[in-house]
């Protein structure tokens, strides 16, 4: 196994990893919408955080020079469902066919009171 961190997503703020690499398989932590240069969310609603949680993951995929275009397959975590329309509409944005599997729920609440978290598989 490999630890993978970057600066340009927000540290773990408890005992995990920003992802892991093991067997050519990347496995982010799901990301909040913490923009990790100011550590807040970013300004808006769900479109805004599902942005700021994707482009978090992106950015430990690169530090391990792989993609969105190497993603295999995406949790999506949401505090209300009825969010899913806009989440949607935004997660679109960044892939394209092939599109990686996914698996979205809605939880009872999610840290620091966000509306979305998503965490990635990608292959080598």
Known sequence: MKVLSTNDAPAAIGPYSQAIE???????????????????FPEGGIKEQTRQSIENAKA???SAGLSLANVVKTTVLLADI?????????????FSEPYP????????????????????????
Not at 22 to 40: D, E, H, R, W
Not at 101 to 124: D, T
């Open 101 to 124: 599997a996914r698996s979205a729920f809605a939880v009872r609440a999610l840290p620091k009171g966000a509306l979305v978290e998503i965490e990635m598989v990608a292959a080598r």
């Open 22 to 40: 093991a067997n050519g398989l990347v496995y982010t932590s799901g990301q909040l919408p913490i923009n990790p240069k100011t550590g807040a």
């Open 82 to 94: 009825t969010d899913f329309g806009s989440m949607n509409e935004v997660y679109a944005e960044y």
């Open 60 to 62: 430990i995929l690169c």
